[in-house]
């Protein structure tokens, strides 16, 4: 029993360090903020997937204190403007940075 609370108490601490130093390697102020920015990126990418439209693929996300960056190539500008409003519609975006370029 001592040793298996022990061992949780490694365990948790060692996740709180390894995510706290990504968050230091960002430049973000907390643990809390590289989360949000983490569950934006996985929510937009998740939905370039179920996008009929977005080639999930072809675009990368990048998220900074709830700015989304999106870059990469698009076959045509409504896949680029299609890119941006899924993104715009994720909960916690603030901003888009949409620097995707069409090309045919």
Do not use: H, W
């Not at 130093?21 to 903020?33: D, F, I, L």
Request: hydrophobic share 40%; proline share 1%.
């Amino acid at each position: 029993m001592k040793n298996s609370f022990r061992l949780t108490f490694i365990v948790i601490a060692l996740a709180v360090g390894a995510i706290s130093g990504c968050a230091v390697q960002r430049g973000q102020e907390s643990v809390g903020a590289y989360v949000d920015d983490a569950t934006i990126t996985t929510q937009v990418k998740s939905r370039f997937v179920e996008s009929k439209v977005v080639d999930a693929g072809a675009i990368s996300v990048e998220t900074m204190t709830g700015t989304v960056m999106l870059s990469g190539f698009a076959k045509n500008q409504l896949e680029k403007n299609t890119a941006e409003n899924i993104a715009r519609n994720v909960s916690g975006v603030r901003s888009v940075k949409n620097e995707i370029t069409v090309r045919p």
